[in-house]
């Protein structure tokens, strides 16, 4: 590509989508980023999001803090980013709210993806890597740490977001890119930097 572009890593919990962003954005000399948290603002909502204490939180109002992360970090980290020529990783888009709140939580997809697309003043992944590892997993990961609200849904909801996540990838083999994750790290590292020199040339 002639320009810079804005590559995301998506996937469940305990995918090891972290690590691979982190690699794959040192060796493209790319700015690092993530949602949600990637800004100050960002760091406030996403505390706000994770606190197990919170108990009530409506499923539209959750939606919309998430969407209000992300308009502040497109705002402030990615836009400015790519103006500068400079190419993006962000563990996490807005490809997550469409899996999370809306397969997992049951919200609307078409609602989700006009606020944001608003939010994110349309500016899409180019390119969506989305980690896969098999069910058990990502449980086990899970059953070592502290969960936060989104950990605690239970295994259906989980279920239902990665069926999102496949339903999403299936559809729009041009933007999207399925990898097993499930195998050594350097290994899944060198798959993903192989899929995006043949698909963005970098
Ligand atoms: P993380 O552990 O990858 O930072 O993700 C934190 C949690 O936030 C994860 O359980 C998924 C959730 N999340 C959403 O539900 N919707 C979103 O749009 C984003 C970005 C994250």
Redo the contacts with the bound molecule.
Sequence with gaps: MDRPVYIAFEGA?GCG??TQARRLAADLDAIHT????GTAIGERL?AI??DTSVTDLDDHA??LI??A??AQHLAEVVRPALAAGRNVVS???????????GY??GLPLDDLRRINGWAIGDTWPDLVVLLRVPEHVTRDRMSRREL????R?GDEFHRR?DDGFVEMADADPEHWVVVDASGPIDTVTATIRSIVRERLGL
């Excluded at 563990?91 to 709140?101: E, K």
Aim: glycine share 6%; no cysteine; charged share 40%.
């Design positions: 919990e989508k972290s993530r949602e949600t948290g996403r999001l994770h959750e939606a998430i969407a992360d992300r563990d996490r888009s807005v490809y997550s709210t469409l899996a999370y709140q997992g939580r936060d609200r989104f950990e849904a977001v």
